[in-house]
């Protein structure tokens, strides 16, 4: 089982809250979040209400002022979503367009331009994931906002996840040691 506590404040300060499971609004444990300790597992968190907004992958670790780190500005940790551990193969099929059209390809591993290994200059607008837990990148090299996707179609990233025009150039498999 999963487990991070969360605090008010910067550095570990203020009230806290410790979580074990998905939380889709913080707002009723703390007024704010501004840093964290991961104790167990691996969490995706979320700087709006219902696993909305931006996002960023945490593992075990310390995380004493991530909005400096992660460029949040004045955004705070509002729900947070564990990551299931999985051990088994990881499998996804990515397409060049919106609901599964243009080119597709079957990936096992993880990749960190899409450009460079597939020559598709526009990245990836739909997939279907079928085995394992993905990051996906906006840019190449694993930069820029990232998003988790677990197993599940994704016809259209604007309906499926609200991101209107999003494309991903690089992906990885989330691998973490859960402990």
């Given at each position: 089982?999963?487990?991070?506590?969360?605090?008010?404040?910067?550095?570990?300060?203020?009230?806290?809250?410790?979580?074990?499971?998905?939380?889709?609004?913080?707002?009723?444990?703390?007024?704010?979040?501004?840093?964290?300790?991961?104790?167990?597992?691996?969490?995706?968190?979320?700087?709006?209400?219902?696993?909305?907004?931006?996002?960023?992958?945490?593992?075990?670790g310390e995380y004493p002022d991530y909005m400096s780190m992660?460029?949040?500005?004045?955004?705070?940790?509002?729900?947070?979503?564990?990551?299931?551990?999985?051990?088994?193969?990881?499998?996804?099929?990515?397409?060049?367009?919106?609901?599964?059209?243009?080119?597709m390809m079957d990936v096992t591993e993880d990749c960190d331009s899409i450009?460079?290994?597939?020559?598709?200059?526009?990245?990836?607008?739909?997939?279907?994931?079928?085995?394992?837990?993905?990051?996906?990148?906006?840019?190449?090299?694993?930069?820029?906002?990232?998003?988790?996707?677990?197993?599940?179609?994704?016809?259209?990233?604007?309906?499926?996840?609200?991101?209107?025009?999003?494309?991903?150039?690089?992906?990885?498999?989330?691998?973490?040691?859960?402990?």
């Amino acid at each position: 089982m999963g487990k991070v506590i969360f605090y008010e404040d910067r550095n570990f300060m203020g009230r806290s809250y410790e979580c074990s499971s998905d939380c889709s609004d913080m707002s009723s444990y703390l007024s704010r979040c501004h840093s964290c300790k991961v104790e167990r597992g691996c969490w995706m968190v979320y700087d709006r209400p219902n696993f909305m907004g931006n996002q960023y992958f945490i593992k075990r670790g310390e995380y004493p002022d991530y909005m400096s780190m992660w460029g949040w500005g004045n955004n705070c940790i509002r729900s947070c979503r564990m990551i299931p551990m999985y051990r088994g193969s990881y499998r996804l099929r990515m397409y060049e367009r919106e609901n599964y059209m243009g080119q597709m390809m079957d990936v096992t591993e993880d990749c960190d331009s899409i450009m460079d290994r597939y020559h598709w200059s526009d990245g990836c607008h739909s997939c279907h994931v079928m085995d394992g837990h993905w990051l996906m990148y906006e840019q190449p090299h694993y930069r820029g906002r990232m998003w988790y996707f677990r197993p599940g179609e994704y016809r259209s990233f604007r309906e499926t996840m609200g991101i209107s025009g999003m494309r991903f150039m690089s992906m990885r498999r989330i691998m973490d040691s859960w402990y």
